[in-house]
């Protein structure tokens, strides 16, 4: 099976601006979650979908904000960027199952650079 | 929430040697610890996970252990080849049906030949 792809993989942008994410988990997994990778706070949790539901949220603020789609593709925005947003974005499917904690295998990321 | 607390945050073994990563968590309904293995710009790699209804698992140079009343986890490297050199992050997740995983902080090892 190919693995969890993201696009792109590669961003640049400004302050104030908006930035959408991509992940496609592996095929036959319904979850998705997503994680924050910094030098100084190391990897959190952003949000995790499942079946198109938000089914989890970490500590972050509003602006950052995600959607499912039915083939379980999974899109992550983030908008009026600070610079503290510089990061690489990972995102992580498992699975399937709706009661129980399942493996999660990563995708590449998107490095996300704010100037 | 969790916190997970993960040491050393740097480890450096001869080759051949043994290594071991410990880490603590805080909330005793965690029941997943997953290890992950991240080298240089590429992505977190599972290496070996538990659940906490088993003390210790094994595969071939790997073994993680479990203490549920101590709440802390162990990651042991046998016979460390310097392609281990990479940055270990070991992980816990609080509730049944969430895949979110608290992470510790890592730990970088390097396997000196």
């Known amino acids: 099976k190919a693995g969890v792809t993201q696009t792109p993989r590669y961003l640049i942008k400004t302050r104030g601006q908006q930035v959408t994410l991509s992940c496609s988990p592996i095929?036959?997994?319904?979850?998705v979650s997503w994680y924050q990778q910094t030098p100084g706070q190391g990897l959190q949790f952003l949000f995790e979908?499942?079946?198109?539901?938000?089914?989890n949220k970490g500590n972050f603020p509003g602006r950052f904000s995600g959607r499912q789609f039915s083939n379980s593709r999974s899109e992550m925005n983030v908008s009026t960027l600070e610079l503290g947003d510089s990061a690489l974005y990972l995102c992580a499917s498992s699975p399937l199952s709706s009661e129980s904690t399942d493996t999660q295998y990563f995708g590449p990321g998107t490095r996300l650079t704010v100037l | 929430g969790e916190n997970v607390e993960q040491h050393p945050s740097t480890l450096s073994v001869q080759e051949g040697d043994s290594a071991v990563i410990k880490c603590t968590y805080s909330?005793?309904?965690?029941?997943?610890f997953p290890w992950y293995k991240q080298e240089l710009g590429k992505r977190p790699q599972l290496i070996i996970d538990?659940?906490?209804?088993?003390g210790e698992k094994k595969d071939q140079r790997i073994a993680v252990t479990l203490n549920k009343t101590a709440k802390h986890f162990s990651l042991h490297i046998t016979e460390t080849q310097p392609e281990d050199s990479a940055v270990y992050f070991c992980a816990a997740s609080i509730r049944a049906g969430a895949n979110n995983l608290f992470f510790g902080t890592g730990t970088r090892l390097t396997v000196i030949p």
């Open positions: 095929s036959g997994h319904r979850s």
């Open positions: 538990i659940r906490s209804n088993v």
């Open positions: 909330d005793s309904a965690s029941n997943y």
């Open positions: 979908y499942f079946s198109e539901t938000q089914r």
